[in-house]
């Protein structure tokens, strides 16, 4: 309106003041103009900080309020067995998680946090496992099914999220991501590596990687660097393109509960990759290379029954670690504990 009225006054003035006026109008227009641009520009530097707050309301922002639901790998199913050690690990560690053999008590689910998430989608899955060992301690697990993270740290992940939100709500061109992914490229592997691949075709069929690293105390007072993953015993078996497009979009709990009727128990190997002193400790982004590393077979995972309650009071925090193993410095781990606090808090009192 203010800008309309200046016209106005402008055509009423002798002419070299108007042009001049004008010239001061349209200079300032511009200015403004150009403001308003910079404000919608989307942002392709990941933020300087991030915390699990923020992480809280970007998962929050993406897939809606769920009250009484996690808000990070919100569908999922749980699932019970056992833990059996080998005696290599019984030999070569200290740490009482392959004293005997234990009950676990694991979660499969989809990351993100929409309780409906199509299982279709070539997206990240997740496992939990809790062990519960025989001096009555707990150790933890929490991995993917990709062996590396979408950013070094917390910082370009969340970055990646609000861009994510940016471009669905029409605030960010759809190609804005190339942008990010050329100013943070350790954001963009894990998305290249799940185009590239079907997603496995039942939760039991997929391998699962810890992509953080940790350090275990050995029997002779040494540590080893390692990073865990569990391997299907039969192997991996991925959706053929077909099924991606003629299943409904849940068949991961009809499947995993037809699977355990059917075989009785499902089997995976637990390994740990050990990691050289050319491995980094603080960039999930970045995978190590198994093959030139020593893998060590440090027990057997049993699962023998699905779709229960009992992953209802446990929160699969990583950093819940037994006696004998310790976090590494990777920033993205260590913020994993308030971020999975505040959701469990959340979910427990129907937030
Ligand atoms: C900044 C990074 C991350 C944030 C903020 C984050 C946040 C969350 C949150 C809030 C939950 C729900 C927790 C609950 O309510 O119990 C969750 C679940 C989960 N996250 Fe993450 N996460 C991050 C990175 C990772 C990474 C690197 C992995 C794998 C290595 C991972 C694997 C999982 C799994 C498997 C679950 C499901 C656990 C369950 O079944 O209860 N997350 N995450």
Request: aromatic share 8%; charged share 20%.
């Amino acid at each position: 309106m203010i800008h309309f009225l200046s016209f106005y006054v402008i055509l009423k003035m002798p002419i070299h003041e108007g042009s001049k006026m004008l010239k001061t109008t349209l200079s300032a227009l511009a200015i403004t103009v150009s403001t308003l641009a910079m404000a919608q520009e989307p942002n392709y530097q990941a933020p300087e900080q991030a915390t699990a707050t923020d992480f809280i309301e970007i998962f929050e922002t993406l897939s809606g309020k769920h009250p009484g639901i996690r808000k990070g790998h919100a569908r999922g199913v749980c699932a019970a067995g056992s833990f059996t050690p080998s005696s290599v690990a019984q030999e070569r560690y200290s740490s009482p998680i392959f004293d005997t053999k234990v009950p676990v008590v694991l979660r499969f689910s989809m990351g993100g946090g929409n309780p409906n998430a199509d299982e279709r989608a070539k997206a990240p899955r997740g496992i939990g496992v809790q062990f519960q060992l025989a001096n009555g301690s707990l150790h933890q697990l929490a991995g993917l099914t990709t062996p590396m993270f979408a950013g070094k740290n917390p910082e370009q992940f969340l970055g990646l999220l609000r861009l994510n939100a940016q471009i669905r709500d029409g605030e960010a061109p759809a190609d804005a991501r190339a942008n990010y992914f050329a100013a943070n490229p350790e954001a963009a592997g894990q998305g290249q590596w799940l185009q590239q691949r079907n997603p496995a075709a039942e939760y039991t069929s997929a391998s699962y990687y810890g992509i953080h690293t940790f350090f275990a105390d050995t029997a002779t007072g040494k540590k080893d660097k390692f990073r865990w993953q569990l391997i299907p015993a039969t192997g991996e078996v991925l959706l053929t393109d077909e099924e991606r497009e003629t299943l409904p979009a849940d068949f991961l709990t009809d499947r995993l509960v037809e699977r355990i009727n059917t075989d009785g128990a499902v089997h995976y190997y637990l390994q740990w990759v050990i990691g050289t002193d050319a491995d980094a400790t603080n960039d999930p982004s970045v995978v190590w290379p198994v093959e030139q590393r020593e893998v060590v077979n440090v027990g057997t995972l049993t699962i023998s029954g699905a779709n229960g309650e009992q992953c209802t009071p446990i929160n699969f925090d990583p950093n819940l670690l037994a006696q004998g193993v310790q976090a590494s410095d990777d920033p993205v781990l260590a913020l994993r504990s308030a971020a999975y606090a505040i959701s469990f808090g959340k979910r427990l009192s129907q937030q």
